[in-house]
Structure formats: structure tokens, C-alpha cells
């Protein structure tokens, strides 16, 4: 399992990082657009976004200029919120839509910065010689969840409040946390570290692991209810796990010879949408919460990933990686109707 448990934290951190270190030249970016980390606005009117302007090779001196776009979500409007001249990434919308969450890196350091949701008002929220990554914010608008390697090199979780006062270390151990969110009702945590899950108050008390014995898990994501957690597991395979939040009643939703994986809960807590490499290639796939009805949403020979669903669950904003473009895609949840939000842009 060891090997697996690197395949996860690999992209995790791909994720986390906005996709940033592929050696992409800054000549070769004169020629093709890179636009990742699709977040919406509470209302689901806009689309924050990240746009890179300009990277050299990974690795020391590498170098990555980027900023915060948002869009509207029908297209059109497109406005550019942060002048950084760093890599400004992985914007989210706090709860009531008021502010905007970013990671701000510069010389090889992330730090968490807010601002409105106009780019207005930029404040630096954590400041030290460690990196920190949020992992999301709480639906009372009261909490920024995240990971810091500043007491320990492999990273423990934390939480702050909206100003960046009042942090409080979460978890105590030498295992990386791999991802980690708030419940929907703002009362636990779920996370996974190393080959297990576990499940907390937001104050760090009463950790339980969620896995048997001889049972794995990664990357948890609750039910809109808070009532079940989604996951993947390895059993020859990657597949899509579901389970109550006490670790009952575990059901395996998928079952295929190749990757299933990112599963979440679409906003009513009837679907899961999840990534699937079954046909050859990272493809948008979505299912029934018993794995029944699963059905392919993309089709194209680029990657098509990190999707995030409308507030209202109507539509799907999504990463894909198409005739050497990244660009930002919206889409109903049946799959129809695409359109590319940000082809037009630089």
C-alpha cells in the first residue's frame, strides 16, 4: 500500500499547488493558456479562477507568475483581482460570498491570504517561514481549516479564524494529512492521514479512526447532511467507498480494472460525481449515491478534472486540459451544454 499512499499524496499536492510544476517554460506559455482551481461564488453567479501568466522549470529557481480571475458563470466579465506578480491560486468563496480565500506563494513559501470579493482589502492571514495550504472554510463563515508544516516537516492541521487570530493546532503525529474538511452542520472534521480515516471536532478532541484493521482510506468528502462520508480505496483497483460517519456500513460503489477516484456529493445529496480513467483517460463521470446509473460526462482527449458543482447543483465548472489548452469549462450535470469560460482570455 505504501507506493499508493505516494500515488495520492502526489496528487494532492498537484492539486493543492494549482498544477504548477510540470517544467512548463515561459516561451512555451506564449503559445497556450493555463487557467486551473474553478471556485463558485455563493450564489453561483461567477467563477473565481487562477491564470498563469508565466512559469519557468520546477525545481530550484523555478519561478510562477500568476493571479485571481473571476468570470461569470454564463460567460463573459472576465476581471482580473489580484496584481501580485507571485503565484496567486486556489481562490474560495467564503459561505456568504463576501470574501475570497487565495494561496499567495512566493520564494518557495504559500501563505493564505483574504480579500473581498471584488479584490479588494488583500490581507496576509498566516505569516511564517513555513508553507501553509488551506483546505477549506466552515459554512458559518467563522473558520479556515489547513495544513502547515511549521511545528513538525510532515505537516499537522490547524484552524484559524477569518481574521487569521485564533489558531489552534488539530492534530499531533509524524503522517502526513492528506486532505481534510469541515463538516456541512460545522461540527467535525474528516480527514485522511496516511493509509486511514479519521473524524474529529473542529477543535481537535475525540479523533476516531474511521477503518478497520485491514481496511484504507483516502480522500473523504461528507454528505450535504453530514451524514455519510464518500471515499476511495485500493483493492487491486481504486474504487469509490461509502460509508455512515461512525465507519458503518462501508459499500464499494464502484468496480472497474482501472482508477475511480475524487468522488463527492452533489449539493442534494442524490449523486456523486467522481474522476474515472476507464476509458483510457481522466474523464467527469456521475453516479447515484448505491453506484447505480453511472454515467460519463466528458469526452475528449485531454484530462478533464478537479470539478466543482454550483451551489444549486445544477451545473458543473470543471479544469480540462484540451488541444494543449487549461482552460475553466461549465457544464450542466447531465453533461450537456459546455462551454469554455476562459478561451477568449490572453
Keep these: 500500500m505504501k507506493g499508493f499512499k505516494y500515488l495520492f499524496v502526489a496528487v494532492n499536492l ?79 468563496f467564503s459561505s456568504n460570498g ?30 511564517n517561514n513555513s508553507s501553509d495550504i488551506i483546505y477549506g472554510v466552515s459554512n458559518d463563515d467563522s473558520k479556515i481549516l489547513f495544513y502547515s508544516t511549521r511545528d513538525n516537516s510532515n505537516g499537522e492541521l490547524y484552524i484559524m479564524d477569518y481574521e487569521g487570530n485564533n489558531l489552534i493546532r488539530l492534530t499531533n503525529n509524524e503522517v502526513f494529512e492528506e486532505t481534510a474538511e469541515f463538516s456541512p452542520d460545522n461540527s467535525k472534521i474528516v480527514f485522511s492521514s496516511g493509509t486511514k480515516i479519521y473524524i474529529m471536532d473542529i477543535y481537535g478532541n475525540t479523533i476516531q479512526d474511521l477503518m478497520q484493521v485491514n481496511e484504507y482510506g483516502y480522500y473523504p468528502k461528507y ?26 456500513n462501508k459499500t464499494k460503489l464502484t468496480n472497474n480494472n482501472n482508477t475511480d477516484f475524487s468522488p463527492m456529493f452533489s449539493p442534494d445529496g442524490r449523486k456523486i460525481l467522481f474522476k474515472s480513467e476507464r476509458d483510457a483517460n481522466v474523464e467527469l463521470y456521475i453516479m447515484n449515491t448505491d453506484g447505480s446509473e453511472q454515467k460519463r460526462l466528458t469526452y475528449n482527449e485531454g484530462y478533464d478534472e478537479f470539478p466543482v458543482f454550483s451551489p444549486d447543483g445544477s451545473k458543473i465548472a470543471y479544469h480540462s486540459e484540451r488541444n494543449s489548452n487549461w482552460d475553466i469549462y461549465i457544464m450542466n450535470v447531465d453533461g450537456n451544454n459546455k462551454i469554455n469560460l476562459t478561451g477568449n482570455n490572453y
Design 223 to 248: 454528505s450535504p447532511d453530514s451524514s455519510k462520508i464518500v471515499y476511495v480505496d485500493f483493492n487491486q483497483n481504486w474504487d469509490i467507498y461509502i460509508m455512515d460517519i461512525n465507519g458503518k
Design 14 to 92: 498537484f492539486f493543492i499547488t494549482g498544477c504548477n510544476n510540470d517544467g512548463i517554460t515561459d516561451s512555451s506559455l506564449d503559445s497556450f493558456r493555463k487557467n486551473s482551481g474553478a471556485a463558485f461564488s455563493n450564489d453561483g453567479s461567477k467563477i473565481a479562477y487562477s491564470h498563469t501568466f508565466k512559469e519557468t522549470p520546477q525545481g530550484k529557481g523555478a519561478k510562477i507568475i500568476s493571479e485571481i480571475f473571476t468570470v461569470n458563470a454564463n460567460g463573459g466579465n472576465t476581471k482580473k483581482i489580484t496584481i501580485s506578480n507571485v503565484h496567486s491560486f486556489k481562490p474560495i
Design 98 to 127: 463576501a470574501y475570497i480565500f487565495y494561496q499567495f506563494e512566493k520564494d518557495d513559501n504559500i501563505e493564505i491570504f483574504r480579500m473581498n470579493a471584488d479584490g479588494s482589502n488583500q490581507k496576509r492571514l498566516t505569516n
